[in-house]
């Protein structure tokens, strides 16, 4: 239900704004103070019917976003208005009038409470930040308060707000929750303004992290995450007064409101870009211009359901600033956001997201072989056209016979001039002779191509013609034909005044007709005649103009020019390249170039895919000619399936034979070979070569029968190692789509250079992996097996590179099972810590590869029919598979909360030490007690040392049981009945 508010002008009762939300609540005034500090609706009141208290502000607007959360949303909700018009009251509140952060926190620990007798395991994490004059401060570092501490902002923040060093607290209790708030609160920066003397001068950002993990109705474990995003922005104000008006502010006040104003100017930016967006329209959305905006990416336009709060003031001085408001307000209830439910399906995938603090690496872009293969594709067609020109006939028989007379005489004087030459080169050295031979063939050379380059230069002047686009800009504009008046036939035969050669070509593929008028019209043969103007598919007489882009077939790519165009001369001087020709076809076909993305990693992705995408259609044309029955598709890679850090998926080639039904995925570098050899044996095919196929081993369209694929991946985090720690994991293992297709059991556990593996009562954890630095390191890999593969894999194995390694640790093979058991170990000895080997535990991932042999297909035959994909499908074809790849640029890569793996292994580390110091507290007290039983006055360091030192309780009672019997030196019993301790 929609509710409107009227905004009048204090000066103006004609001017009028009207502006629609979703709900609307009047707080200031109507209401009365209750004994216990509340503010309540006052009856006496005109305004006491309407007024919204704060419990009424919850229940409407943050209980149903918290319901959200519950359900595995991502939510977020901020409140956003000029200083001084509550924000901070809403979100914060004040005494006993708790705004909507605590009342959230308080009613999600109540569910908990209520959830207890069921079989859920929740957790929350807390996280506070604020951005003060574009730093990022963590108010829950207890330093912050005194130091105001600044921690540099992360330049990708995704799912949630952090930064580095950012405090995220596990809390376990609601009294833990508010009193991790009140701290942050506390240590939010605040100063007086002459609007408001408790102005918060900074965003606050709060993010609550809730995880219920849980049995699913299939017995396996799963986990909802939702990210809670609770945003206090900081109040906006007017600059411009600085006399002494009645919000002025100098000095280090006014560099913070001119910070907030920008932060907030660029908020406003980015919601107005948004909504935009939401109308269909095509606009970039500028979030890196602030951090601000950066934060609040995923909580604007992303995965989440986001509610804002707009406070305004309803005094006639503010009125510009209300307005303001409301006109922000009405922007950002224009945005669509697409939020879904965050179910982790298996809980026990660990990934890491720490590679948001890495700075990201450029890649060395690898030189493609295309430049010889496009020269050659060139020279050949050029040499097909040269070969097919008409040639004057010869002279008949008849003929031949009434001029030998003629012929005989103009021999024999041809050959007295050859006579003559001789003589006079007998004359000559042999180094005059060569000079003047190549003084010769250069000069006519020179005088050819100088003719030849000015009747096309006249030709181009005064005709339309088409000119060829090529990935090699050395190659472009080398082929050109001349559209001549009258009919202009393209295609393969050699009756084709315009002769291309290529895949999907057809004998006689198109005509160009040049009316007496010059208008240039194009029309397709037949329906099996492909060809695409500007992108689009051509299916009727269509007008050329200039700068036209055309492709013929997969592979031959054009750009129209039309000196005679009127339009050529004003309007239309777009500089057309092979790039911006393939981007067109592939954008029309649903390849999404153009995001908020201005990176290098994705302008070398774009860049690797306009290469591949024309490549992939030209293989596939190929196949379908040459009844390969094999099919070539686009797919980007996440980086984690490769065993690789990054941000970028890449782009791979995925590989489907018909016949045997296997699937390869090639890598760019050996699809581009591959493609070599396919043009090649086109090539002969094309000429009429008998032997233009080869056997099965060399047939660059199919793998070995034999050859082993990467079936899976699964990552796992090697952190609890550098704490001494076992780990025991189920992990997810993914296909290259990022999708789940089974399970991986793995252990790894600390022991001794034996192989003796250490257990609980050994306690050889450590409390920070510096500790290691320097000693032997000595733990044990067990893969056990998978769960759920594939059933087309048989010769199933795994193997992994530790740290330096330089060769893959390798499992035995196991036969045809969707759950192979491996129960394979590895005992891994380092003699000395190093640091490096420190930093890899703590921060490397041990990607573990499952590959395997792919069974065959039943009845495989290398005969058995065409591929069943039609020529007159391939468009519709490469439309869905745009569709597919961008969808998978999204998706590729299962996304998961960032946090989720520090919160485990913190968890770990934090129930270690807290029954050490819990060891060492039992320890002392022990010790007091003993002394105060046996009036001791002195008491030698050492026994304090072990005790403290110690790490089991049998080893604490050996060292007190020592002191009970004298067995320590220096310790003398107080005769004067103190219980007073002294240490020397």
Request: hydrophobic letters at 35%; a negative charge.
């Amino acid at each position: 239900m929609e509710e409107g508010i009227i905004l009048n002008h204090p000066e103006d009762d004609e001017n009028r704004k009207r502006f629609i939300y979703d709900r609307i609540f009047w707080s200031h005034d109507g209401f009365t103070e209750a004994q216990n500090g509340l503010f309540v609706a006052d009856n006496n009141h005109p305004n006491g019917e309407i007024y919204a208290d704060q419990q009424c502000i919850f229940q409407t607007l943050a209980l149903p976003l918290l319901n959200n959360a519950w359900r595995g949303y991502n939510v977020s909700l901020f409140c956003y208005g000029q200083t001084g018009s509550g924000k901070s009251f809403t979100m914060v509140g004040l005494g006993n009038n708790k705004g909507l952060v605590p009342r959230i926190c308080e009613e999600l620990f109540n569910i908990i409470d209520n959830r207890k007798g069921m079989d859920i395991n929740t957790e929350v994490n807390l996280s506070m930040l604020e951005l003060y004059s574009e730093n990022v401060r963590d108010l829950l570092d207890t330093e912050t308060a005194v130091k105001k501490k600044g921690l540099k902002i992360r330049e990708h923040p995704v799912k949630g707000f952090f930064a580095e060093g950012l405090i995220r607290c596990t809390v376990l209790s609601q009294k833990e929750i508010m009193e991790k708030f009140e701290q942050g609160v506390t240590n939010r920066s605040i100063s007086a303004t002459n609007m408001n003397e408790t102005s918060s001068r900074s965003h606050m950002i709060i993010t609550i992290t809730l995880s219920q993990r849980s049995m699913n109705l299939n017995g396996n474990e799963e986990t909802k995450t939702s990210v809670i995003n609770l945003v206090d922005l900081a109040g906006s104000e007017r600059l411009t007064d600085l006399a002494g008006g009645r919000n002025s502010v100098t000095g280090d006040r006014f560099r913070e409101s001119v910070a907030i104003n920008q932060s907030l100017s660029c908020l406003g930016n980015c919601i107005h870009a948004l909504a935009e967006k939401a109308n269909g329209r095509n606009v970039k959305v500028p979030y890196r211009e602030s951090v601000l905006t950066r934060l609040l990416m995923n909580a604007l336009g992303g995965n989440s359901k986001t509610a804002m709060i707009a406070n305004i003031s309803p005094a006639d001085i503010n009125y510009d600033e209300t307005l303001s408001t409301l006109r922000y307000a009405d922007r950002a209830k224009q945005i669509q956001n697409f939020a879904k439910i965050n179910i982790d399906n298996t809980d026990k995938i660990i990934k890491d997201l720490k590679e948001e603090n890495e700075k990201l690496k450029k890649l060395l872009e690898k030189e493609a072989n295309q430049s010889a293969v496009a020269a050659a594709t060139a020279a050949a067609a050029a040499a097909d056209a040269a070969a097919n020109q008409f040639f004057p006939l010869s002279k008949s028989s008849q003929s031949y016979y009434d001029d030998d007379k003629i012929r005989l005489e103009e021999e024999i004087q041809a050959i007295m001039k050859e006579n003559e030459r001789k003589l006079n080169e007998l004359r000559q050295t042999y180094e005059e002779r060569l000079q003047r031979e190549r003084d010769d063939q250069s000069h006519k050379e020179l005088e050819e191509n100088r003719k030849q380059m000015e009747k096309e230069k006249q030709e181009k002047e005064t005709n339309p013609y088409l000119s060829n686009l090529n990935f090699d800009e050395q190659l472009v504009d080398k082929i050109i034909y001349i559209i001549r008046t009258g009919t202009n036939l393209i295609g393969k035969s050699s009756d084709c005044p315009i002769q291309l050669m290529g895949p999907m070509i057809q004998d006689h593929h198109a005509v160009i007709n040049r009316t007496e008028n010059e208008k240039i019209i194009l029309e397709r043969i037949d329906d099996e005649c492909r060809i695409l103007l500007n992108g689009d598919i051509v299916t009727h007489k269509v007008n050329l103009a200039h700068n036209d882009r055309l492709l013929f077939g997969t592979s031959q790519l054009f750009v129209f020019r039309n000196p005679l165009d009127n339009q050529n001369s004003h309007g239309n001087s777009l500089n057309v390249t092979y790039e911006l020709a393939q981007e067109e076809i592939a954008s029309k076909s649903g390849y999404n170039f153009h995001n908020d993305d201005n990176s290098f990693e994705q302008a070398l992705l774009n860049k690797e895919l306009l290469e591949l995408i024309p490549a992939v259609e030209e293989a596939n044309a190929i196949s379908e000619e040459l009844e390969k029955m094999v099919h070539f598709e686009n797919v980007l890679v996440s980086p984690i399936f490769l065993g690789k850090i990054g941000r970028k998926p890449e782009p791979y080639v995925h590989v489907l034979n018909s016949n045997t039904g296997q699937e390869f995925l090639w890598s760019k570098e050996k699809f581009l070979d591959r493609m070599y050899f396919m043009k090649q044996m086109y090539h002969f095919y094309e000429t009429g070569e008998e032997e233009w196929d080869v056997p099965l081993e060399e047939d660059p369209f199919t793998e070995n029968l034999n050859a082993e694929c990467l079936i899976g991946t699964a990552q796992l985090y090697l952190q609890p190692l550098a704490y001494m720690i076992e780990i025991k994991e189920h992990l997810s293992v993914n296909d290259f789509t990022g999708q789940e297709i089974g399970v991986i059991n793995i252990e790894i556990i600390p022991c001794d250079e034996n192989g003796q593996e250490y257990g609980e009562q050994d306690d050889v954890y450590v409390d920070t992996p510096q500790e290691l630095l320097g000693k032997s390191l000595n733990f044990i890999v067990k893969i056990i097996g998978c769960r759920g593969l594939p059933n087309k894999f048989t010769e199933i194995y795994v193997k992994y590179l530790m740290f330096i390694d330089e060769n893959y640790t390798i499992s035995d093979k196991v036969g045809v099972t969707v759950n192979p058991n491996f129960n394979f170990k590895k005992l891994f000895h380092y003699s000395h810590v190093t640091q490096p080997l420190i930093d890899y535990l703590k921060e490397g991932i041990l990607n573990i590869e499952i590959w395997g042999r792919q069974l065959l297909k039943s009845g495989y035959s290398i005969t058995n029919g065409r591929y069943e994909t039609g020529k007159e499908m391939l468009q519709e074809e490469l439309s869905k598979a745009g569709s597919e790849l961008m969808n998978g640029f999204k998706m590729n890569g299962r996304v998961i909360d960032p946090n989720k793996q520090s919160i485990i292994v913190e968890l770990l580390l934090l129930k270690k030490q807290q029954a050490r110091m819990h060891q060492r507290i039992d320890n002392i007290k022990k010790l007091i007690e003993i002394a105060e039983k046996q009036r001791y006055r002195l008491i030698p360091v050492e026994i304090l040392k072990e005790l403290i030192f110690t790490t089991s309780a049998e080893s604490a009672d050996d060292i007190l049981s020592k002191m009970l019997n004298d067995g320590y030196p220096m310790m003398m019993k107080n005769t004067n009945q103190s219980t007073t301790c002294t240490i020397s």
